[in-house]
Protein backbone atom coordinates (compact mmCIF):
# COMPACT_ATOMS: atom_id res chain seq x y z
CA UNK A 1 0.00 0.00 0.00
CA UNK A 2 1.56 3.26 -1.26
CA UNK A 3 1.48 6.40 1.62
CA UNK A 4 -0.53 9.20 0.54
CA UNK A 5 0.91 12.48 0.17
CA UNK A 6 3.76 13.66 1.81
CA UNK A 7 3.47 11.78 5.00
CA UNK A 8 5.94 9.92 5.32
CA UNK A 9 8.63 12.15 4.18
CA UNK A 10 8.93 14.22 7.50
CA UNK A 11 12.58 14.20 8.55
CA UNK A 12 14.23 13.40 12.53
CA UNK A 13 14.45 16.81 13.14
CA UNK A 14 12.10 19.82 11.69
CA UNK A 15 12.46 22.70 13.09
CA UNK A 16 13.73 24.84 16.48
CA UNK A 17 11.44 25.59 19.04
CA UNK A 18 10.73 27.98 22.44
CA UNK A 19 9.41 27.55 25.70
CA UNK A 20 5.88 28.79 25.29
CA UNK A 21 4.42 28.33 21.93
CA UNK A 22 7.01 26.45 19.47
CA UNK A 23 7.67 28.64 16.49
CA UNK A 24 10.06 28.46 13.48
CA UNK A 25 11.63 32.21 12.45
CA UNK A 26 14.34 32.19 8.95
CA UNK A 27 16.82 34.88 9.06
CA UNK A 28 14.85 36.45 6.01
CA UNK A 29 11.31 36.14 7.34
CA UNK A 30 9.67 38.00 10.35
CA UNK A 31 6.62 35.85 10.23
CA UNK A 32 6.54 33.18 13.56
CA UNK A 33 5.99 29.90 12.29
CA UNK A 34 4.12 27.75 14.76
CA UNK A 35 3.87 24.07 15.51
CA UNK A 36 0.45 22.76 14.91
CA UNK A 37 -1.03 19.41 15.83
CA UNK A 38 -4.45 18.94 13.92
CA UNK A 39 -6.77 16.22 16.21
CA UNK A 40 -9.44 14.01 14.03
CA UNK A 41 -11.61 12.36 17.15
CA UNK A 42 -14.59 12.43 19.02
CA UNK A 43 -15.69 14.66 21.68
CA UNK A 44 -15.75 13.70 25.11
CA UNK A 45 -18.66 16.24 27.09
CA UNK A 46 -16.92 14.98 30.39
CA UNK A 47 -13.60 16.86 28.81
CA UNK A 48 -11.63 14.13 30.39
CA UNK A 49 -10.58 12.51 26.52
CA UNK A 50 -11.27 13.12 22.86
CA UNK A 51 -10.66 16.36 21.27
CA UNK A 52 -10.90 18.07 25.10
CA UNK A 53 -8.44 16.11 26.09
CA UNK A 54 -5.81 16.23 22.75
CA UNK A 55 -6.25 20.31 23.25
CA UNK A 56 -5.24 20.24 26.50
CA UNK A 57 -2.37 18.39 25.79
CA UNK A 58 -1.39 20.12 22.91
CA UNK A 59 -1.54 23.53 24.70
CA UNK A 60 0.54 22.20 28.15
CA UNK A 61 3.21 21.30 25.35
CA UNK A 62 3.45 24.65 23.65
CA UNK A 63 1.77 23.55 20.70
CA UNK A 64 -1.17 24.75 18.82
CA UNK A 65 -4.09 22.30 18.28
CA UNK A 66 -6.86 22.41 15.48
CA UNK A 67 -9.78 19.85 15.85
CA UNK A 68 -12.11 18.25 13.91
CA UNK A 69 -15.18 16.30 15.41
CA UNK A 70 -16.09 12.80 13.86
CA UNK A 71 -18.66 11.85 17.23
CA UNK A 72 -20.20 13.84 20.14
CA UNK A 73 -20.38 11.36 23.20
CA UNK A 74 -22.83 11.74 26.42
CA UNK A 75 -20.48 10.88 28.34
CA UNK A 76 -19.08 11.55 32.30
CA UNK A 77 -16.75 9.68 34.97
CA UNK A 78 -19.61 6.91 35.70
CA UNK A 79 -19.36 6.22 31.63
CA UNK A 80 -20.69 6.67 28.37
CA UNK A 81 -24.32 7.23 27.95
CA UNK A 82 -24.61 7.81 24.11
CA UNK A 83 -22.98 8.51 21.14
CA UNK A 84 -24.06 10.58 18.06
CA UNK A 85 -21.64 9.97 15.11
CA UNK A 86 -21.48 13.18 12.56
CA UNK A 87 -22.27 12.71 9.35
CA UNK A 88 -18.97 12.09 7.20
CA UNK A 89 -19.56 14.70 4.80
CA UNK A 90 -19.72 17.31 7.74
CA UNK A 91 -16.83 15.38 8.36
CA UNK A 92 -14.48 15.96 5.15
CA UNK A 93 -15.90 20.24 5.35
CA UNK A 94 -14.08 20.11 8.75
CA UNK A 95 -11.21 18.76 7.33
CA UNK A 96 -11.07 20.66 4.12
CA UNK A 97 -11.67 23.77 6.28
CA UNK A 98 -8.92 23.42 8.74
CA UNK A 99 -6.29 22.00 6.49
CA UNK A 100 -6.53 24.19 3.23
CA UNK A 101 -5.90 27.14 5.41
CA UNK A 102 -3.69 26.10 8.14
CA UNK A 103 -0.06 24.93 7.83
CA UNK A 104 -0.80 21.31 9.88
CA UNK A 105 2.21 19.74 11.03
CA UNK A 106 1.06 16.40 12.69
CA UNK A 107 -2.40 14.68 12.14
CA UNK A 108 -3.63 12.75 15.77
CA UNK A 109 -6.63 10.73 15.19
CA UNK A 110 -8.28 9.32 18.05
CA UNK A 111 -12.23 8.04 17.69
CA UNK A 112 -12.71 7.29 14.24
CA UNK A 113 -16.46 5.31 14.24
CA UNK A 114 -16.74 4.48 10.97
CA UNK A 115 -15.33 2.90 7.55
CA UNK A 116 -17.02 5.98 5.51
CA UNK A 117 -15.29 8.86 7.94
CA UNK A 118 -12.29 7.15 7.16
CA UNK A 119 -12.42 6.87 4.04
CA UNK A 120 -12.92 10.97 4.11
CA UNK A 121 -9.95 11.47 6.05
CA UNK A 122 -8.04 9.28 3.81
CA UNK A 123 -9.21 11.39 1.21
CA UNK A 124 -8.32 15.37 2.18
CA UNK A 125 -5.02 13.67 3.74
CA UNK A 126 -4.05 12.70 -0.22
CA UNK A 127 -5.60 16.68 -1.13
CA UNK A 128 -3.61 17.95 1.96
CA UNK A 129 -0.12 16.22 3.13
CA UNK A 130 0.84 16.12 6.23
CA UNK A 131 4.35 15.56 7.82
CA UNK A 132 3.36 12.89 9.99
CA UNK A 133 -0.26 10.86 11.22
CA UNK A 134 -0.16 9.41 15.10
CA UNK A 135 -2.89 6.97 14.74
CA UNK A 136 -4.75 6.22 18.37
CA UNK A 137 -6.94 3.46 17.35
CA UNK A 138 -9.82 4.01 19.90
CA UNK A 139 -12.32 1.44 19.98
CA UNK A 140 -13.48 0.58 23.69
CA UNK A 141 -13.47 3.53 26.41
CA UNK A 142 -11.84 3.19 29.78
CA UNK A 143 -15.09 2.87 31.07
CA UNK A 144 -15.61 -0.20 28.50
CA UNK A 145 -18.06 1.41 26.46
CA UNK A 146 -17.83 0.28 22.78
CA UNK A 147 -16.88 3.24 20.57
CA UNK A 148 -16.05 1.91 17.00
CA UNK A 149 -17.34 -1.72 16.20
CA UNK A 150 -16.01 -4.78 13.95
CA UNK A 151 -16.66 -2.94 10.76
CA UNK A 152 -13.86 -0.82 11.41
CA UNK A 153 -10.96 -3.01 11.54
CA UNK A 154 -11.03 -3.74 7.71
CA UNK A 155 -10.69 -0.43 6.69
CA UNK A 156 -8.09 -0.02 9.76
CA UNK A 157 -5.54 -2.69 8.19
CA UNK A 158 -5.91 -1.87 5.28
CA UNK A 159 -6.11 1.33 4.71
CA UNK A 160 -5.04 3.08 7.81
CA UNK A 161 -2.32 1.77 9.37
CA UNK A 162 -0.01 1.53 6.11
CA UNK A 163 0.34 5.41 5.92
CA UNK A 164 0.40 5.87 10.03
CA UNK A 165 3.98 7.19 11.44
CA UNK A 166 2.93 5.51 14.46
CA UNK A 167 0.23 3.34 16.29
CA UNK A 168 -0.73 3.69 19.75
CA UNK A 169 -2.77 0.88 20.64
CA UNK A 170 -3.72 -0.81 24.00
CA UNK A 171 -3.81 -4.55 24.55
CA UNK A 172 -7.10 -4.80 23.98
CA UNK A 173 -7.13 -2.93 20.53
CA UNK A 174 -3.73 -4.63 19.73
CA UNK A 175 -5.84 -7.89 20.18
CA UNK A 176 -8.45 -6.88 18.02
CA UNK A 177 -6.38 -5.52 15.16
CA UNK A 178 -5.13 -8.86 15.25
CA UNK A 179 -8.06 -11.12 15.33
CA UNK A 180 -8.61 -11.34 19.04
CA UNK A 181 -4.84 -12.85 19.80
CA UNK A 182 -4.11 -13.12 23.07
CA UNK A 183 -1.92 -10.44 24.77
CA UNK A 184 -1.08 -10.73 28.54
CA UNK A 185 2.15 -10.53 28.81
CA UNK A 186 5.43 -8.28 27.93
CA UNK A 187 6.77 -11.08 25.62
CA UNK A 188 3.34 -11.52 24.15
CA UNK A 189 3.05 -7.46 23.74
CA UNK A 190 6.92 -7.85 21.61
CA UNK A 191 4.90 -10.15 19.72
CA UNK A 192 1.98 -8.22 19.07
CA UNK A 193 4.00 -5.04 18.26
CA UNK A 194 5.76 -6.82 15.20
CA UNK A 195 2.77 -8.08 13.74
CA UNK A 196 1.28 -5.00 13.78
CA UNK A 197 4.35 -3.59 12.56
CA UNK A 198 4.17 -5.48 9.39
CA UNK A 199 1.19 -4.10 8.66
CA UNK A 200 2.35 -0.79 7.05
CA UNK A 201 3.22 1.78 9.99
CA UNK A 202 6.56 2.56 10.75
CA UNK A 203 6.41 2.87 14.88
CA UNK A 204 3.87 0.73 17.21
CA UNK A 205 3.56 1.52 20.71
CA UNK A 206 1.81 -1.37 22.40
CA UNK A 207 0.59 0.29 25.59
CA UNK A 208 0.77 -2.10 28.68
CA UNK A 209 -1.43 0.45 31.14
CA UNK A 210 -4.55 -2.81 31.51
CA UNK A 211 -1.61 -5.50 31.31
CA UNK A 212 -2.63 -8.19 34.23
CA UNK A 213 -0.47 -9.08 36.89
CA UNK A 214 1.97 -6.40 36.40
CA UNK A 215 3.89 -4.56 39.10
CA UNK A 216 4.72 -1.58 36.79
CA UNK A 217 3.48 -0.03 33.72
CA UNK A 218 5.00 -1.21 30.71
CA UNK A 219 5.07 -0.04 27.12
CA UNK A 220 6.71 -1.45 23.84
CA UNK A 221 7.82 0.30 21.07
CA UNK A 222 9.10 -1.36 18.05
CA UNK A 223 11.04 0.46 15.00
CA UNK A 224 11.16 -2.20 12.83
CA UNK A 225 14.53 -3.31 13.87
CA UNK A 226 14.62 -3.17 17.28
CA UNK A 227 12.25 -3.40 20.38
CA UNK A 228 12.33 -0.75 24.04
CA UNK A 229 10.68 -1.63 26.66
CA UNK A 230 9.29 1.75 28.44
CA UNK A 231 8.68 1.13 32.35
CA UNK A 232 7.29 3.37 34.86
CA UNK A 233 5.94 3.03 38.40
CA UNK A 234 2.00 1.44 38.28
CA UNK A 235 0.59 4.73 39.52
CA UNK A 236 -2.70 3.94 42.41
CA UNK A 237 -5.46 6.27 41.16
CA UNK A 238 -9.15 6.42 39.84
CA UNK A 239 -8.02 9.33 37.74
CA UNK A 240 -6.93 7.64 34.57
CA UNK A 241 -9.88 8.73 31.87
CA UNK A 242 -8.26 9.64 29.07
CA UNK A 243 -4.81 8.70 29.65
CA UNK A 244 -4.42 7.04 25.81
CA UNK A 245 -5.57 10.47 24.23
CA UNK A 246 -3.61 12.17 26.12
CA UNK A 247 -0.27 9.91 25.43
CA UNK A 248 -0.75 9.98 21.56
CA UNK A 249 -0.99 13.55 21.24
CA UNK A 250 1.99 14.62 23.45
CA UNK A 251 3.86 12.12 20.62
CA UNK A 252 2.36 14.38 18.04
CA UNK A 253 2.52 17.77 20.23
CA UNK A 254 6.44 16.32 20.20
CA UNK A 255 7.19 15.67 16.71
CA UNK A 256 5.43 18.98 15.74
CA UNK A 257 7.89 20.50 17.53
CA UNK A 258 10.91 18.59 15.80
CA UNK A 259 11.46 15.48 18.11
CA UNK A 260 12.38 12.39 16.54
CA UNK A 261 9.74 9.72 17.20
CA UNK A 262 11.29 7.49 20.34
CA UNK A 263 12.42 10.60 22.16
CA UNK A 264 8.71 11.94 21.31
CA UNK A 265 7.58 8.70 23.17
CA UNK A 266 9.57 8.76 25.80
CA UNK A 267 8.29 12.20 26.68
CA UNK A 268 5.05 11.48 26.20
CA UNK A 269 5.51 8.54 28.41
CA UNK A 270 6.80 10.73 31.57
CA UNK A 271 4.71 13.52 30.59
CA UNK A 272 1.14 10.99 31.47
CA UNK A 273 3.20 9.59 34.35
CA UNK A 274 3.80 13.54 35.72
CA UNK A 275 0.31 14.55 35.60
CA UNK A 276 -1.47 11.13 36.78
CA UNK A 277 1.18 10.94 40.03
CA UNK A 278 0.36 15.21 40.36
CA UNK A 279 -3.61 14.06 40.03
CA UNK A 280 -3.90 11.16 41.85
CA UNK A 281 -5.80 12.58 44.76
CA UNK A 282 -7.48 15.20 42.83
CA UNK A 283 -11.84 14.24 43.07
CA UNK A 284 -13.92 15.26 39.96
CA UNK A 285 -17.31 13.80 39.16
CA UNK A 286 -18.53 11.02 41.30
CA UNK A 287 -17.91 7.91 38.88
CA UNK A 288 -15.30 5.61 39.41
CA UNK A 289 -12.91 6.92 36.21
CA UNK A 290 -11.87 10.58 36.73
CA UNK A 291 -10.08 12.76 34.58
CA UNK A 292 -6.07 14.03 35.16
CA UNK A 293 -5.04 17.58 35.23
CA UNK A 294 -3.24 18.33 32.43
CA UNK A 295 -1.94 21.54 33.04
CA UNK A 296 0.45 20.59 36.26
CA UNK A 297 2.99 22.61 34.76
CA UNK A 298 1.01 25.94 34.96
CA UNK A 299 1.05 24.81 39.26
CA UNK A 300 5.20 25.27 38.76
CA UNK A 301 8.08 28.13 38.00
CA UNK A 302 7.59 28.38 33.63
CA UNK A 303 11.13 29.39 33.88
CA UNK A 304 11.74 25.52 35.06
CA UNK A 305 10.80 24.58 31.73
CA UNK A 306 13.57 23.62 29.33
CA UNK A 307 13.54 25.58 26.10
CA UNK A 308 13.66 23.24 23.19
CA UNK A 309 13.85 19.10 22.94
CA UNK A 310 16.96 17.44 24.43
CA UNK A 311 19.21 17.35 21.88
CA UNK A 312 21.88 14.67 22.39
CA UNK A 313 24.71 16.35 20.50
CA UNK A 314 25.10 18.62 22.96
CA UNK A 315 26.85 16.31 24.16
CA UNK A 316 29.73 17.00 22.52
CA UNK A 317 31.81 19.05 24.79
CA UNK A 318 30.42 18.87 28.04
CA UNK A 319 32.40 21.17 30.52
CA UNK A 320 31.73 20.43 33.89
CA UNK A 321 32.88 22.97 36.69
CA UNK A 322 34.81 22.76 39.42
CA UNK A 323 34.35 25.67 42.74
CA UNK A 324 38.09 24.58 43.94
CA UNK A 325 39.89 25.10 40.65
CA UNK A 326 37.84 28.36 40.01
CA UNK A 327 39.62 29.67 43.46
CA UNK A 328 42.58 28.55 42.32
CA UNK A 329 42.73 30.79 39.35
CA UNK A 330 40.71 33.68 40.94
CA UNK A 331 37.91 33.30 39.04
CA UNK A 332 33.73 33.61 39.36
CA UNK A 333 31.85 30.62 38.52
CA UNK A 334 29.87 33.08 36.19
CA UNK A 335 33.19 34.08 34.08
CA UNK A 336 34.52 30.68 34.33
CA UNK A 337 30.77 29.06 32.12
CA UNK A 338 30.59 32.27 30.30
CA UNK A 339 34.39 31.86 28.77
CA UNK A 340 33.47 27.89 28.20
CA UNK A 341 30.64 28.83 26.43
CA UNK A 342 32.49 31.15 23.97
CA UNK A 343 34.67 28.89 23.76
CA UNK A 344 32.77 26.23 22.17
CA UNK A 345 31.29 24.04 25.19
CA UNK A 346 27.72 22.80 24.05
CA UNK A 347 26.41 21.70 28.03
CA UNK A 348 27.53 22.77 31.09
CA UNK A 349 27.29 21.26 34.25
CA UNK A 350 27.49 22.98 37.67
CA UNK A 351 29.28 21.03 40.24
CA UNK A 352 29.21 22.79 43.56
CA UNK A 353 30.91 21.01 46.71
CA UNK A 354 31.78 23.59 49.28
CA UNK A 355 29.27 26.47 48.95
CA UNK A 356 26.50 27.06 51.10
CA UNK A 357 23.14 26.25 49.83
CA UNK A 358 22.06 30.31 49.51
CA UNK A 359 25.06 30.85 47.78
CA UNK A 360 24.57 27.72 45.32
CA UNK A 361 21.58 28.60 44.32
CA UNK A 362 22.38 32.46 43.22
CA UNK A 363 25.25 31.08 41.26
CA UNK A 364 23.08 28.81 39.95
CA UNK A 365 20.68 31.30 38.51
CA UNK A 366 23.09 33.46 37.30
CA UNK A 367 24.71 30.49 35.08
CA UNK A 368 21.47 29.76 34.40
CA UNK A 369 21.02 33.49 32.92
CA UNK A 370 24.13 33.30 30.61
CA UNK A 371 23.43 29.34 29.81
CA UNK A 372 19.81 30.55 28.01
CA UNK A 373 21.01 33.61 26.85
CA UNK A 374 23.77 31.09 24.78
CA UNK A 375 21.28 28.71 24.18
CA UNK A 376 23.00 25.80 26.12
CA UNK A 377 21.88 23.98 28.56
CA UNK A 378 22.57 23.99 32.04
CA UNK A 379 22.42 20.98 34.49
CA UNK A 380 23.33 20.50 38.17
CA UNK A 381 25.56 17.69 39.51
CA UNK A 382 23.30 15.89 42.46
CA UNK A 383 21.32 18.69 43.53
CA UNK A 384 17.39 18.05 42.96
CA UNK A 385 16.52 20.83 44.89
CA UNK A 386 18.74 23.51 43.65
CA UNK A 387 17.77 22.32 39.94
CA UNK A 388 14.36 22.84 40.78
CA UNK A 389 14.86 26.00 42.54
CA UNK A 390 17.06 27.50 40.04
CA UNK A 391 15.19 26.69 36.48
CA UNK A 392 18.07 24.18 35.42
CA UNK A 393 17.87 22.52 32.34
CA UNK A 394 17.99 19.02 34.59
CA UNK A 395 20.35 17.24 36.56
CA UNK A 396 23.18 14.56 36.45
CA UNK A 397 23.40 12.33 38.89
CA UNK A 398 25.59 9.59 40.31
CA UNK A 399 24.96 5.79 41.25
CA UNK A 400 24.72 6.44 45.08
CA UNK A 401 22.56 9.24 44.62
CA UNK A 402 18.72 9.64 44.21
CA UNK A 403 17.58 6.91 42.09
CA UNK A 404 16.81 8.00 38.55
CA UNK A 405 13.48 7.32 38.29
CA UNK A 406 12.59 9.05 41.75
CA UNK A 407 14.38 12.50 40.15
CA UNK A 408 12.14 11.62 37.22
CA UNK A 409 9.11 11.92 39.56
CA UNK A 410 10.42 14.75 41.14
CA UNK A 411 11.67 17.21 38.15
CA UNK A 412 8.96 16.15 35.70
CA UNK A 413 8.45 15.12 32.09
CA UNK A 414 11.04 17.92 30.40
CA UNK A 415 13.93 17.60 32.66
CA UNK A 416 16.94 16.49 31.54
CA UNK A 417 18.61 13.66 33.89
CA UNK A 418 22.21 11.88 33.38
CA UNK A 419 23.54 9.14 35.18
CA UNK A 420 27.10 8.21 35.62
CA UNK A 421 27.73 4.63 34.41
CA UNK A 422 30.70 2.17 34.71
CA UNK A 423 29.11 -1.43 33.77
CA UNK A 424 26.66 -2.63 31.05
CA UNK A 425 24.30 -3.24 33.74
CA UNK A 426 24.31 0.13 35.04
CA UNK A 427 23.89 1.10 31.77
CA UNK A 428 20.55 -0.97 31.22
CA UNK A 429 19.24 0.42 34.28
CA UNK A 430 19.47 4.07 33.41
CA UNK A 431 17.47 3.75 30.40
CA UNK A 432 14.96 1.70 32.41
CA UNK A 433 14.56 4.52 35.01
CA UNK A 434 14.17 7.23 32.42
CA UNK A 435 17.70 8.36 32.13
CA UNK A 436 18.14 10.80 28.65
CA UNK A 437 22.13 10.15 28.69
CA UNK A 438 24.83 8.79 30.38
CA UNK A 439 28.35 9.95 31.79
CA UNK A 440 30.55 6.98 31.48
CA UNK A 441 34.48 6.16 32.75
CA UNK A 442 36.23 7.63 34.26
CA UNK A 443 38.36 6.51 30.97
CA UNK A 444 41.63 7.12 32.59
CA UNK A 445 43.14 8.40 36.02
CA UNK A 446 41.84 11.53 37.42
CA UNK A 447 42.66 13.87 40.55
CA UNK A 448 38.83 15.57 40.64
CA UNK A 449 37.31 12.55 42.37
CA UNK A 450 38.88 10.53 44.79
CA UNK A 451 39.28 6.76 44.85
CA UNK A 452 37.63 6.67 41.25
CA UNK A 453 37.93 3.37 39.18
CA UNK A 454 39.04 3.97 35.72
CA UNK A 455 37.50 1.50 32.97
CA UNK A 456 39.67 2.45 30.31
CA UNK A 457 38.38 2.79 26.61
CA UNK A 458 37.88 -0.87 26.52
CA UNK A 459 35.01 -0.59 29.10
CA UNK A 460 33.89 2.73 27.27
CA UNK A 461 33.52 0.67 24.09
CA UNK A 462 31.47 -1.80 26.19
CA UNK A 463 29.42 0.30 27.78
CA UNK A 464 28.49 2.66 24.63
CA UNK A 465 27.70 -1.41 23.04
CA UNK A 466 25.41 -1.95 25.81
CA UNK A 467 23.27 1.85 26.23
CA UNK A 468 20.22 2.05 24.14
CA UNK A 469 21.03 5.99 25.36
CA UNK A 470 23.90 8.56 24.41
CA UNK A 471 26.54 8.08 26.04
CA UNK A 472 29.35 11.12 27.37
CA UNK A 473 32.55 10.13 28.44
CA UNK A 474 34.32 11.57 31.34
CA UNK A 475 37.44 11.01 33.37
CA UNK A 476 40.95 12.29 32.93
CA UNK A 477 39.94 13.45 29.17
CA UNK A 478 41.89 16.44 27.68
CA UNK A 479 43.52 17.27 24.64
CA UNK A 480 46.05 14.85 24.26
CA UNK A 481 43.90 12.01 24.58
CA UNK A 482 40.14 13.48 23.52
CA UNK A 483 41.10 12.10 20.36
CA UNK A 484 41.76 8.58 21.50
CA UNK A 485 38.40 8.92 22.76
CA UNK A 486 36.31 9.55 20.24
CA UNK A 487 38.24 6.76 17.99
CA UNK A 488 36.60 3.94 19.48
CA UNK A 489 33.65 4.48 16.62
CA UNK A 490 30.54 4.25 18.82
CA UNK A 491 27.81 5.96 16.67
CA UNK A 492 26.19 6.89 20.43
CA UNK A 493 29.34 8.13 22.06
CA UNK A 494 28.24 11.67 21.49
CA UNK A 495 31.47 13.60 23.73
CA UNK A 496 33.56 14.13 25.81
CA UNK A 497 32.85 15.70 29.49
CA UNK A 498 35.76 17.79 30.91
CA UNK A 499 36.83 19.05 34.36
CA UNK A 500 40.53 20.16 34.97
CA UNK A 501 41.06 20.25 30.76
CA UNK A 502 39.02 23.77 31.07
CA UNK A 503 39.25 24.68 34.14
CA UNK A 504 41.98 24.55 35.99
CA UNK A 505 43.89 25.97 33.05
CA UNK A 506 44.99 30.17 33.09
CA UNK A 507 42.59 30.80 29.82
CA UNK A 508 39.08 28.76 30.16
CA UNK A 509 38.34 29.86 26.97
CA UNK A 510 41.91 29.46 25.24
CA UNK A 511 41.68 25.84 26.41
CA UNK A 512 38.06 25.29 24.97
CA UNK A 513 38.44 26.45 22.08
CA UNK A 514 41.41 23.59 21.09
CA UNK A 515 39.47 21.18 22.69
CA UNK A 516 36.78 21.96 20.83
CA UNK A 517 38.50 22.05 17.71
CA UNK A 518 40.20 18.72 18.26
CA UNK A 519 37.02 17.26 18.55
CA UNK A 520 35.00 18.57 15.41
CA UNK A 521 38.54 17.40 13.70
CA UNK A 522 38.67 13.94 15.41
CA UNK A 523 34.63 13.91 14.58
CA UNK A 524 35.56 14.50 10.53
CA UNK A 525 38.44 11.98 10.15
CA UNK A 526 36.07 8.99 11.62
Same mark, same amino acid.
Given at each position: ?????????????????????? &??????????????? !?????? #???????????????????????????????????????????? /? @??????? %???????????????????????????????????????? #????????????????????????? !???????????????????????????????????????????????????????????? +???????????????????? =??????? *??? $??? @???????????????????????? +???????????????? =???????? /??? +???? &???????? !??????????? %????????????????????????? %?? *????????? *???????????????? $????????????????????? #???? #????????????????????????????????????????????????? &????????????????????????? $??? *??????????? !????????????????? &???????????????? =?
Amino acid at each position: MQSLGGIRSWPATWKTTTASMS &TTTTKTESVRKVAQV !LTVAGS #DSGAGAGIQADIKVCAARGVYCASVITAVTAQNTRGVQSVHLLP /P @EFVSEQL %KSVLSDFEIDVVKTGMLPSPEIVEVLLQNLSEYPVRALVV #DPVMVSTSGHVLAGSSILSIFRERL !LPIADIITPNVKEASALLGGVRIQTVTEMRSAAKSLHEMGPRFVLVKGGDLPDSSDSVDV +YFDGNEFHELHSPRIATRNT =HGTGCTL *ASC $IAA @ELAKGSNMLSAVKVAKRFVDTALN +YSKDIVIGSGMQGPFD =HFLGLMKD /PQS +YRQS &TFNPDDLF !LYAVTDSRMNK %KWSRSIVDAVKAAIEGGATIIQIRE %KE *AETREFLEE *AKSCVDICRSNGVCLL $INDRIDIALACGADGVHVGQS #DMPV #DQVRSLLGPDKIIGVSCKTQEQAHQAWKDGADYIGSGGVFPTNTKANNR &TIGLDGLKEVCKASKLPVVAIGGIG $ISN *AESVMRIDEPN !LKGVAVVSALFDQECVL &TQAKKLHKTLKESKRE =H
